[in-house]
């Protein structure tokens, strides 16, 4: 690392102006102080909790790479999805049914141990439409084969579909969802 050099004393010595500045701070903070004057009790910084932003979406077709909770990673494809009518569902609603793969990670190198399972359940699913509700799960459609729930080692893979009660519209995102239902990947369904 790379020291940063300085005038041999220049931080023992202070200008005319420095040294005002430091005087000027004294007498101030002295005379809030001083008998008879109020003092305010210091107050906190309000702090902000930034709320954890969805993954960039990525597109129909991609396998898209995720992290879980628990270290677990993997990758998430959406093969397929449709906007249908099938089955009894109220008028100006529909199903969006999604053909979606999920794998685990394998190793970077041979020998090395395999990372977590990746836990895997519909729920874990949501359609974000731009409401200020995400959509979950309808298990209402007539697609087969679902996809349920189960463990993948790594390198192994399981497909099925989800499916989902809502108005159609020309644009929404599928998210995989931690069980905190932090997102942790998107797709765009266009």
């Known amino acids: 690392m790379e020291r940063v050099r300085t ?97 685990a990670a394998e190793p970077w190198r041979p020998g090395e141990p395999a990372g977590p399972p990746v836990r895997y359940n519909a729920f874990r699913f949501v359609v974000d439409d731009g409401s200020a509700t995400p959509n979950t799960v309808a298990f209402s459609s007539d697609a087969a084969p679902r996809l349920t729930q189960g463990t993948l080692r790594a390198g192994e893979q399981v497909r099925g579909f989800v499916d989902f009660d809502l108005e159609q519209q020309p644009v929404v995102q599928l998210w995989l969802v931690t069980e905190a239902w932090v997102p942790i990947a998107a797709v765009e369904l266009s």
């Open 7 to 103: 005038r041999p004393g220049a931080g023992l010595l202070l200008g005319g102006a420095g040294a005002l500045a430091v005087l000027l701070a004294i007498a101030l903070g002295a005379g809030a102080l001083l008998p008879g004057r109020p003092v305010s009790p210091p107050v906190p910084a309000p702090t902000a909790t930034p709320e954890p932003l969805p993954p960039a979406p990525d597109r129909v077709g991609e396998w898209v790479a995720f992290v879980g909770d628990a270290g677990e990673s993997g990758a998430l494809r959406v093969n397929s999805f449709r906007w249908t009518r099938d089955g009894a569902i109220p008028p100006g609603r529909s199903y969006l049914v999604v053909d979606v793969s999920l794998r």
